[in-house]
């Protein structure tokens, strides 16, 4: 789509938040591209803004100035529709909690956003176990979240976001609410898909697991503090 | 319109599963609605019961009859005064005169009475009032035969045979209860008839010589064979269909007015009872208490839909972080709002169908009680499918009005907050 294999593009991107009594500005003008196929840790202190700097990537949110272009094409021009379709096809959101529904199962959870995407029920069969197989829990499609170990959870959901087969994976903090053994093995997915030409996006305060991260993004006080690759420093902006 | 019919199934699945989740919760809003449907329905099915024993009641003296006696003139007509009798000669032909003459009417019978006639079976001897009349009387005044049994016909009238009908009471009386006496013989003053009918049980909220199952029918020949009466006591006649029993009466005193040489503004010539007119009033009565019923019903089945909104609300809330991600999976406003609403319609109709199948068999069972007394006027109270049907539209208009705000309140969160939301 795009001919320079940028994939996400911010240019100036502030964030204020105005509670009432306190205006906190979350983002103070972000400037990053992504490239496609890149495998990005993002990290920072809490209140750093990078769950901000995810939100507004993932769409979910939007930014107070500056401008986000998404695959080549400027976000803000987007309706509400469009929007839904994003994040429904072309984002992957992992969360910390990683938010499966509870009374549904692995199969069924999986299976939601190709609900929304509105394809057949053929398809989604398909789509669902290829997906399970995928992150090795074919066999566990028919147990509900509180029968699953944390990790198996979190494998789900990686499962669930890769459903629609996105552009990018967006995985705020996935391996916080993990054991070691575990988180190495959610990393371990995420190399593969990276390897297998996805875009990995993930925020983490695991000094270990971000080392894995081909490219490193610290942000402090709502501005991009070091873009290192690879521990190697690239840029630096203060 | 598969995959619609997919996401329902799926959706119908999930919610089934939170059912299970939520157990108490979701049963107590079950149960309201379950006690508002039942509410409605069976103040329905009551007021149907009611309204059609109303209605037989009322049919008890006949089915839009209007009954007309001789009065008295109150205005001089034609030199000649006021306060002269008007009576129905017999032998005048006046039937003949109305059925031909009279636009509008149906049917035409006229009435002999004699108080006081002693009948006798086997020793046993009661007095009773006798009626003489036609067989045209039959249906217009209800005196329906059990079965093995007739009222009088046009063959009893040209052998003026000695034939008598008799009223549910009379026979209970004379022959003991729930006896079959047709072909029986009975004396009246003496004289013997043979008994060929005796009237089915009905019900009858108004007369105007005694209720029907008090009556001794014989045919009008017979009567005039043996008390030889000149007069008739009174006419009895029923309009047809469709037109106003008032241009009817306006008409008859027209015609009677020339036979009888009396004024036909004169309203005092003839008393005339029009059991129509007491029809239509009764109706709106009815119609009253029908409204107010449904206003009862209406107003529980209200508390119970905002006993829906109210869960549905918590239901929202609960659910916060689950909106929130479905929309970062891609959700659309609908998917949000369809879920809710298929939750609280679900509910609606899960509590509405418990309901009406308790009303269906609490109706079943108070028909299997004997009726008697006021009771009776309960008569049969019948789930029917206007009360089916209206209670389940109800049903469904709460369930969507009680799903509908909290829906749009879950789809206008905002994912964000709502992501954050423990």
């Not at chain 1, 972000?30 to 495998?39: A, N, P, Q, S, T």
């Not at chain 1, 969360?95 to 499966?100: G, K, M, W, Y």
């Not at chain 2, 329905?41 to 006949?62: E, H, I, N, P, Y």
Request: net charge neutral; with cysteine; proline share 3%.
């Amino acid at each position: 789509m795009n001919n320079n294999g940028t994939l996400i593009s911010f240019s100036g991107i502030t964030k204020f938040y105005d509670t009432g009594r306190v205006k906190v500005r979350a983002l103070k003008g972000i400037y990053l591209d992504i490239k496609r196929g890149e495998f990005v840790g993002v990290m920072g202190p809490s209140g750093s803004g990078k769950s901000t700097l995810m939100n507004i990537m993932g769409c979910l949110d939007t930014p107070s100035s500056g401008d986000y272009a998404l695959d080549g094409h400027p976000v803000a021009d987007l309706n509400i529709h469009q929007l839904a379709s994003i994040r429904n096809k072309k984002i992957g959101f992992i969360f910390q909690n990683f938010n499966l529904l509870p009374y549904a199962t692995a199969y069924e959870n999986v299976e939601l956003p190709l609900i929304f995407a509105g394809l057949p029920g053929q398809i989604r069969k398909e789509k669902v176990m290829h997906n399970l197989s995928l992150v090795g829990l074919a066999d566990r499609a028919d147990h509900k979240p509180t029968e699953l170990s944390g990790g198996e959870m979190q494998r789900v959901a990686i499962a669930r976001a890769m459903a629609n087969d996105p552009e990018v994976i967006l995985a705020d903090e996935p391996t916080g609410n993990l054991d070691s053994k575990s988180g190495n093995e959610i990393i371990s997915i995420f190399e593969d898909l990276n390897k297998a030409g996805k875009s990995v996006v993930m925020i983490t305060h695991d000094s270990n697991i971000a080392e894995r991260c081909h490219r490193i993004i610290r942000i402090k006080d709502g501005l991009i503090e070091i873009d290192e690759r690879n521990g190697h420093r690239e840029t630096s902006v203060t | 319109m598969r995959i619609f019919t997919y996401k329902l199934l799926l959706f119908l699945k999930l919610i089934g599963r939170e059912f299970k989740a939520q157990k108490l919760r979701m049963g107590l809003t079950i149960l309201a609605i379950t006690w508002g449907t039942i509410s409605i329905t069976l103040l329905m099915a009551f007021s149907v019961g009611l309204d059609q024993q109303f209605t037989k009641a009322r049919q008890g003296l006949g089915n839009g009859i209007v009954i007309v006696w001789g009065g008295q003139t109150s205005l001089p007509y034609q030199g000649l005064p006021q306060g002269r009798r008007i009576s129905f000669r017999t032998e005048s032909g006046i039937i003949d005169l109305i059925k031909s003459r009279v636009v509008g009417i149906d049917v035409v019978a006229g009435e002999f009475l004699r108080w006081g006639q002693t009948l006798e079976y086997e020793g046993k001897q009661i007095n009773k009032l006798v009626c003489g009349t036609y067989p045209e009387y039959e249906k217009m005044r209800a005196h329906y035969a059990k079965a093995g049994g007739r009222f009088i016909n046009k063959k009893d009238m040209e052998l003026k045979r000695r034939v008598v009908y008799l009223g549910t009471k009379v026979a209970d009386e004379i022959f003991g209860e729930n006896l079959n006496p047709v072909g029986e013989i009975v004396k009246i003053n003496g004289m013997p008839f043979t008994v060929i009918g005796v009237m089915i049980d009905k019900l009858q909220d108004s007369s105007y010589h005694g209720p029907d199952d008090n009556y001794v029918v014989i045919p009008a020949s017979t009567f005039l064979l043996f008390y030889g009466d000149p007069f008739f006591d009174n006419l009895v006649y029923k309009v047809k269909d469709g037109i106003d029993s008032k241009v009817v009466e306006k008409d008859l005193f027209r015609v009677l007015g020339a036979k009888y040489r009396f004024d036909p503004a004169d309203e005092s010539a003839l008393w005339v009872w029009d059991t129509i007119e007491g029809e239509e009033i009764s109706k709106k009565v009815f119609m009253g208490v029908t409204i107010f019923m449904w206003f009862i019903g209406g107003m529980t089945l209200l508390i119970a839909g905002i006993g829906v909104a109210n869960i549905m609300y918590v239901a929202v809330r609960e659910r916060t972080k689950e909106i929130g991600t479905k929309i970062a999976l891609g959700a659309e406003r609908r998917h949000i709002i369809f879920q809710f609403m298929t939750e609280a319609l679900s509910i609606a109709l899960v509590g509405g169908l418990i309901g009406i199948t308790f009303s269906v068999a609490i109706c079943s069972l108070f028909r299997m009680l004997p009726m008697e007394g006021a009771l009776e006027f309960l008569g049969q109270p019948t789930v029917n499918w206007l009360v089916a049907g209206t209670t389940v539209f109800t049903l469904s208009f709460i369930g969507l009005f009680a799903g509908l705000f909290p829906a749009r309140k879950a789809a206008s969160i905002n994912p964000v907050e709502a992501l954050r939301y423990e």
